[in-house]
């Protein structure tokens, strides 16, 4: 069984983009279908799509690069961890990397990132941030 099934996938996605491989796979669930959704809107990753592997759902995500191979994600950070929860209110959050990049809540209505939960007026667990 798996601790800490979001720091798994932030760990395959910074190892995929690292080696500069084209897709990753992963197990899936629902909170890595709301992430990877949030990661593919703001631009981080070119698509996901799910699939089946040894009759277990699984995710395949195509990493997205710069024209000279470079990832566009440099780095992904874990912030609130199953030992240690961070939450955050809405007044609270700051703007990440001075808006370049973003961090990742999860709010009474979902996933949502920084700008977005500023908008809707809502705090939460500060899941990562990415940038």
């Known amino acids: ?19 500069g491989l084209d897709t ?12 990877l959704r949030v990661l593919k809107s703001e631009g981080f990753i070119q698509d996901f799509e799910p ?11 195509r990493l997205r690069y710069i024209a000279e ?20 209110g809405y007044r609270d959050i700051k703007p990440t990397r ?3 990049g973003l961090c990742i809540l999860s709010t009474s209505k979902g996933i949502m990132t920084d700008q977005d939960s500023r908008h809707a007026r809502l705090g939460g667990e500060v899941l990562c941030r990415v940038w």
């Open 1 to 19: 069984m798996m601790t800490d099934p979001i720091a798994d996938l932030l760990i395959r996605i910074r190892n995929g983009a690292a080696r």
């Open 24 to 35: 990753i796979s992963m197990p899936a669930s629902k909170v890595k279908k709301e992430l």
């Open 51 to 61: 699939a089946t592997q040894d009759g277990h759902p699984t995710f395949h995500v």
């Open 69 to 88: 191979g470079q990832p566009v994600i440099t780095v992904l950070e874990r912030i609130s961890k199953p030992g240690c929860r961070r939450y955050i």
């Open 98 to 100: 001075g808006g370049m």
